[in-house]
């Protein structure tokens, strides 16, 4: 069987989209940086590992159910990418006008081995259901239902994201032996972070409403 994926203007999208939200810092980015400042950049490598394993276990059950929906309905696969977007856009405007989500790290973290470090790490992203919706929510936007085998766009996408993922996270462990302090106690940043990631949440859902990605 041939392997499906969206098309180059959809995937270059996907791409562009995924990088700016993974590039602005959010909470697991900023236990990452204490990670690796409290126990050297290998843990923080150790602790990325363990998140984006549990990232490719909600990637696989968003591909399961997506594709399950579109088995039903059409029509239900295309209301679920419109409630997507709107969930998107609520993220946006809960980050903008809600109360802070990011706070400064200054307690010490106990020092853990590797194996426990990958098994936190992949715990906490597993169990987050926040995690599971985002996938739910961001994944069918890049979708091309004509394409057809959407579970396998689905995973396509997801594998990209994960792999980009680790790549951007891995970047800022590298990082957090020189700016990880200045981050995690900087009030302008928190306060940046806060505007930019609300702003591109709610582009994103905007974006995705009406751009009609694959629907027909």
């Given at each position: 069987m041939d392997i499906v994926i969206p098309g180059a203007a959809n995937l270059g999208l996907f791409v562009s989209a995924a990088l700016l939200l993974l590039l602005?810092?959010?909470?697991?980015?900023?236990?990452?940086?204490?990670r690796s400042i409290e126990q050297g950049r290998l843990a923080g490598f150790v602790s990325i590992a363990g998140i984006h394993a549990a990232t490719l276990v909600h990637v696989f059950a968003a591909a399961v159910g997506l594709s399950a929906v579109l088995a039903s309905s059409a029509l239900a696969f295309s209301i679920v990418k419109y409630a997507g977007a709107a969930y998107l856009i609520w993220l946006g405007l809960r980050k903008l006008f809600g109360p802070a989500e990011i706070t400064?790290?200054?307690?010490?973290?106990?020092?853990?081995?590797?194996?426990?470090?990958?098994?936190?790490?992949?715990?906490?992203?597993?169990?987050?259901?926040?995690?599971?919706?985002f996938f739910l929510a961001?994944?069918?936007?890049?979708?091309?239902?004509?394409?057809?085998?959407?579970?396998?766009?689905?995973?396509?996408?997801?594998?990209?994201?994960?792999?980009?993922?680790?790549?951007?996270?891995?970047?800022?462990?590298?990082?957090?032996?020189?700016?990880?302090?200045?981050?995690?106690?900087?009030r302008g940043f928190l306060r940046l972070e806060r505007y930019v990631s609300g702003g591109l949440y709610i582009g994103l859902g905007v974006t995705a409403a009406f751009a009609g990605n694959g629907k027909k």
């Open positions: 602005i810092p959010g909470p697991a980015v900023l236990f990452i940086f204490a400064a790290v200054d307690v010490a973290l106990p020092r853990h081995s590797h194996a426990r470090l990958f098994r936190d790490g992949f715990i906490v992203n597993l169990l987050n259901p926040k995690t599971a919706l961001f994944l069918p936007q890049f979708v091309e239902v004509g394409r057809g085998h959407v579970a396998m766009q689905i995973v396509f996408l997801g594998f990209i994201f994960t792999v980009l993922g680790l790549v951007t996270d891995g970047l800022y462990a590298l990082a957090a032996g020189t700016a990880g302090n200045w981050l995690k106690r900087s």
